[in-house]
């Protein structure tokens, strides 16, 4: 299916763009986008998504002046998004520390991983929380650090 045929079929139907334009700022770098031509609907599923950061970054230089009420949720957005960031790669440091300190190098998987390699900054990937691998030989050892550092397994 090309993305004409898509768009088409979605204009056929009489839905709305969503978060393509937004998602299409953000892939292009865009500083421009004008946050305020999202739906209500669209813009509390985008900041539900994450994606208040990006909203942040993508319109700063858009010229558009945002109501009070709507500038402050993607301002808010954006800085919970910073220290929750902040604090999951803080969270992120002391674990392999630890690994390290009992001979253990884990390898990051999905979230961490992706934030650290293709974001400008992890706090821009929302994580809810830390994937780590790590040999089998090691995982009780791991184990006791995480218990030992607080950590507890659900």
């Not at 204009?11 to 865009?30: H, N, T």
């Not at 992706?114 to 089998?136: H, I, K, N």
Request: proline share 4%.
């Amino acid at each position: 299916m090309t993305e004409d045929s898509w768009r088409s079929g979605l204009a056929s139907k009489g839905e709305r763009a969503g978060l393509l334009p937004l998602l299409r700022a953000i892939v292009r770098g865009q500083s421009d986008f004008d946050v305020a031509a999202l739906d209500a609907e669209t813009l509390e599923h985008a900041l539900g998504a994450g994606l208040g950061p990006w909203a942040e970054i993508v319109s700063r230089d858009s010229g558009t002046v945002l109501s009070s009420a709507l500038a402050g949720r993607i301002r808010g957005a954006s800085l919970a998004a910073q220290v929750l960031g902040e604090t999951m790669m803080d969270a992120l440091e002391a674990i392999l520390a630890a690994a390290n300190r009992v001979g253990c190098e884990p390898l990051l998987l999905k979230g961490a991983a992706s934030a650290q390699r293709y974001y400008p900054r992890p706090g821009l990937r929302t994580m809810g929380d830390l994937d780590l691998l790590v040999p089998a030989a090691q995982r009780d050892a791991v184990e006791d650090t995480l218990r030992a550092l607080g950590y507890v397994q659900r």
